[in-house]
């Protein structure tokens, strides 16, 4: 009897109003995949919604990344029905499609929307290297011929972010039913997870070392605190609910539901050290606070089956601005935490990887997307690099 483990998984975010509307629209998604086995499900995704998902049909073809050939189209069905109707605040597994699957074999899924169908919650990335999707006007059961169609027309409610994204609409998991015991990599965090520059630069490291060995999964939400939920802001579009609620009582959900990790990967605390200055909120956390709701994630971790790697908080100064002094302050007090007794397996210091030496405040020149904070091609390369060095020992056995 084989295991399904996931080969693709991001946490499907719930953004408290409605981004956009779906309605003659066929989106299509490629994922990278470094698993083999002999049959895929997909968890389809109707999370957060007061009315039904109705996905006219959709379809998975295998794709050899060597030879570029195509599997013949796998129809996808819920319960027998190719018509997949998914009920209000649901998140099902379609059926088991049989198909082999080699760790060459990447997935491409095809989804059409035929009817007018309200979208609030997807899954994001900003990188775009191990998945990314394209949303076509039209049917593509029907034509190879399918209309342009601008992304932030389609998606409005994603179109303010400053950096180029790409996203789907219901789906949040593909598994693979294996029988290799392949590791599970869990990365937990905030938006330097979610962006996916270092979550695929790692991935790229990983199933280069591991051919059909190992899946990378992301548990990152952009804004995200570990020790409390989102800041309310009245002014923004769902007052804030797209930062999600707080890292202790969102790990199990996002990143055990569809099976634990192996290994958790914990990188999240940024946010918690700045957002209630930045936003005004009454009670400012301590550093203590801020390690405690780590250890308090690395435990649920433990609980799980999963060994655990932590990371110190990476630099963040970059404007100047008055609180930032009292916010590296709080920063530096956790990294000291965390170093002198971690609440994981082992600590992967990424603060002295990414800090300039000069200013330690500062994440080094060249690092970031330009604003201090998230790291883009280099800086997630060089994060990649080091905490995949630190995920060997702990991958070992598997």
Same mark, same amino acid.
């Given at each position: 009897?084989?295991?399904?483990?996931?080969?693709?998984?991001?946490?499907?975010?719930?953004?408290?109003?409605?981004?956009? *509307?779906?309605?003659?629209?066929?989106?299509?998604?490629?994922?990278?995949?470094?698993?083999? $086995?002999?049959?895929?499900?997909?968890?389809?995704?109707?999370?957060?919604?007061?009315?039904?998902?109705?996905?006219?049909?959709?379809?998975?073809?295998?794709?050899?990344?060597?030879?570029?050939?195509?599997?013949?189209?796998?129809?996808?069905?819920?319960?027998?029905?190719?018509?997949?109707?998914?009920?209000?605040?649901?998140?099902?597994?379609?059926?088991?499609?049989?198909?082999?699957?080699?760790?060459?074999?990447?997935?491409?899924?095809?989804?059409?929307?035929?009817?007018?169908?309200?979208?609030?919650?997807?899954?994001?990335?900003?990188?775009?290297?191990?998945?990314?999707?394209? +949303?076509?006007?039209?049917?593509?059961?029907?034509?190879?011929?399918? $209309?342009?169609?601008?992304?932030?027309?389609?998606?409005?409610? #994603?179109?303010?972010?400053?950096?180029?994204?790409?996203?789907?609409?219901?789906?949040?998991?593909?598994?693979?039913?294996?029988?290799?015991?392949?590791? #599970?990599?869990?990365?937990?965090?905030?938006?330097?997870?979610?962006?996916?520059?270092?979550?695929?630069? #790692?991935?790229?490291?990983?199933?280069?070392?591991?051919?059909?060995?190992?899946?990378?999964?992301?548990?990152?939400? *952009?804004?995200?605190?570990? @020790?409390?939920?989102?800041?309310?802001?009245?002014?923004?579009?769902?007052? =804030?609910?797209?930062?999600?609620?707080? =890292?202790?009582?969102?790990?199990?959900?996002?990143?055990?539901?569809? $099976?634990?990790?192996?290994?958790?990967?914990?990188?999240?605390?940024?946010?918690? *050290?700045?957002?209630?200055?930045?936003?005004?909120?009454?009670?400012?956390?301590?550093? +203590?606070?801020?390690?405690?709701?780590?250890?308090?994630?690395?435990?649920?971790?433990?609980?799980?089956?999963?060994?655990?790697?932590?990371?110190?908080?990476?630099?963040?100064?970059?404007?100047?601005?008055?609180?930032?002094?009292?916010?590296?302050?709080?920063? +530096?007090?956790?990294?000291?935490? #965390?170093?002198?007794?971690?609440?994981?397996?082992?600590?992967?210091?990424?603060?002295?990887? %990414?800090?300039?030496?000069?200013?330690?405040?500062?994440? @080094?020149?060249? %690092?970031?997307?330009?604003?201090?904070?998230?790291?883009?091609?280099?800086?997630?390369?060089?994060?990649?690099?080091?905490?995949?060095?630190?995920?060997?020992?702990?991958?070992?056995?598997?």
């Amino acid at each position: 009897m084989g295991k399904w483990t996931s080969s693709w998984r991001y946490v499907p975010v719930d953004y408290g109003y409605e981004l956009g *509307c779906y309605e003659n629209i066929t989106q299509i998604a490629t994922f990278r995949n470094n698993l083999e $086995g002999k049959a895929i499900r997909l968890r389809l995704n109707n999370r957060y919604s007061e009315s039904p998902m109705e996905i006219t049909h959709g379809s998975l073809w295998l794709r050899d990344r060597e030879s570029g050939t195509l599997s013949p189209e796998l129809p996808l069905k819920l319960k027998g029905e190719a018509r997949l109707v998914l009920p209000p605040d649901s998140a099902p597994y379609c059926d088991p499609v049989s198909y082999p699957v080699t760790a060459r074999d990447d997935f491409i899924v095809k989804l059409y929307f035929a009817q007018k169908t309200p979208i609030r919650c997807v899954c994001v990335t900003w990188a775009a290297m191990s998945w990314g999707s394209v +949303q076509m006007t039209g049917d593509f059961g029907e034509t190879e011929a399918l $209309g342009f169609t601008i992304k932030p027309k389609l998606m409005p409610g #994603l179109a303010a972010d400053p950096y180029p994204n790409q996203y789907v609409a219901g789906l949040s998991d593909i598994a693979v039913e294996t029988e290799n015991s392949p590791c #599970l990599v869990g990365l937990f965090g905030d938006s330097i997870t979610q962006m996916s520059y270092f979550s695929d630069s #790692l991935t790229e490291l990983l199933y280069e070392k591991y051919p059909g060995r190992c899946a990378v999964i992301n548990g990152g939400i *952009c804004g995200n605190r570990v @020790q409390k939920s989102h800041p309310v802001m009245e002014m923004m579009p769902g007052k =804030g609910a797209q930062f999600g609620i707080a =890292g202790v009582d969102r790990f199990h959900a996002d990143m055990c539901e569809d $099976g634990a990790p192996d290994v958790t990967f914990i990188l999240e605390g940024v946010n918690d *050290c700045s957002h209630s200055i930045v936003f005004g909120e009454p009670d400012v956390p301590t550093a +203590q606070d801020i390690y405690d709701a780590l250890a308090d994630v690395a435990r649920q971790a433990r609980e799980a089956g999963s060994k655990v790697l932590c990371s110190t908080i990476m630099p963040f100064g970059a404007w100047g601005d008055a609180w930032r002094g009292r916010v590296d302050g709080i920063r +530096q007090e956790v990294n000291g935490l #965390l170093r002198e007794k971690t609440p994981g397996d082992a600590l992967v210091d990424l603060d002295a990887v %990414m800090r300039d030496p000069e200013r330690p405040d500062v994440m @080094q020149a060249g %690092m970031h997307l330009g604003d201090g904070v998230h790291p883009g091609w280099p800086g997630g390369k060089k994060m990649a690099k080091a905490v995949a060095g630190a995920l060997a020992p702990l991958m070992t056995g598997k």
